[in-house]
Each structure stands twice: as structure tokens, then as C-alpha cells.
């Protein structure tokens, strides 16, 4: 079975992201480091949710640099940058090249369900900034929506409420760790 730790840093999503890969059968933990999968969910802002890491921030770095696997979810994608420009500037924790810059959309914030190219499957986003980093490797609308950097996987867009194809990432997931 696999172990999974949600890093928590009072991100809103928490809950419904452990109900979805308890469903596919991992165990909970709360060890970030030793855990098969890490994950660093996202609902917030960027400023607080980096000053609620805390020493996680550290813990998240070393799994990365160890080649660990870590799913960054929506902000926790953004957090994983260089830099946001969010809440006038804030210190992601490098482990992706790249920066989080406001949407630049029709309608900000962007949220519903949206098709991600390459591969045709919807899922459902909820977002006011974006990725901008050359480790995108599938994009939604003319925007970032996964990212890989390494043993980093991040997503802009939600797979815990994205019904059977969030279901299926996440599943693609687990079997990473």
C-alpha cells in the first residue's frame, strides 16, 4: 500500500484531496520525507500559504533533490516556482524553474471545467494566477496546467474534483512513488 503525506499549511483542499487518494487506497502519513508520494495542495494565497510551510518548505526541497515524487496541486504548483508575483512578490520554493504571474483571461479568477491538450481529458480549475516555466508539458486554454521538473509534478487544475479523470491522475500519481 502506498503512504501518502499532504503537506499542511492550512490550505482549504486538504481534506478533499485525502478523501481522493484514500479512495484509490493509500495510507495516510504524516511524514513528508519518507512518505511514497508528497503532496502540496493549494487554495489560498501565496504568502501565506509559504509562511504556513515552515519547515516543510524544507523538507519539500530535500524530497525534490533526492528525486522523491511531490504533486503540487493548483497553488501548491505555484508555490513549487521561483518566484510569485502574487501578494506583490513572494519566495517560492525553487524546485521548478519558472514564476507565477496573474491570468491573464477573459474571466479572472478562471474556474469550471476545462479540456488539457495533450491528451483531451476535462478537468475542473479554479485559478487567478498561472505558471509561466519551460517545464510545462501540457497546457489548458493557452495556459500552464501540468508542469514537470524532476520527481515534481504539478497541476494547475484540481484532480481531487475532477471526477474519473482526476481519479485516473492521481491513480498515475501513486503509481510514481
Not at 24 to 31: C, N
Not at 60 to 66: E, I, K, N, S
Not at 110 to 139: K, Q
Request: net charge negative; hydrophobic share 45%; with cysteine.
Amino acid at each position: 500500500m502506498k503512504t501518502v503525506a499532504i503537506a499542511r499549511y492550512g490550505a482549504g483542499n486538504v481534506r478533499s484531496v485525502e478523501l481522493a487518494v484514500r479512495r484509490l487506497g493509500a495510507e495516510m502519513t504524516d511524514d513528508l520525507e519518507r512518505a511514497d508520494l508528497a503532496v502540496l495542495p493549494g487554495v489560498g494565497s501565496a504568502r501565506s500559504a509559504m509562511d504556513g510551510l515552515g519547515p516543510a518548505a524544507d523538507v519539500l526541497r530535500a524530497r525534490q533533490a533526492a528525486g522523491r515524487p511531490i504533486l503540487g496541486i493548483c497553488l501548491g504548483l505555484q508555490l513549487a516556482l521561483d518566484e510569485s508575483e502574487e501578494d506583490g512578490g513572494v519566495a517560492g520554493l525553487g524546485i521548478v524553474p519558472g514564476r507565477a504571474v496573474r491570468l491573464q483571461a477573459e474571466r479572472v479568477p478562471r474556474i469550471g471545467w476545462a479540456t488539457v491538450d495533450p491528451g483531451g481529458e476535462a478537468y475542473w480549475f479554479a485559478h487567478s494566477y498561472e505558471a509561466v516555466t519551460d517545464a510545462t508539458v501540457a497546457t489548458s486554454e493557452g495556459h500552464a496546467a501540468i508542469v514537470e521538473h524532476g520527481s515534481f509534478v504539478g497541476v494547475q487544475f484540481h484532480p481531487e474534483k475532477s471526477g474519473v479523470a482526476g481519479q485516473r491522475f492521481l491513480e498515475q500519481c501513486l503509481s510514481r512513488g
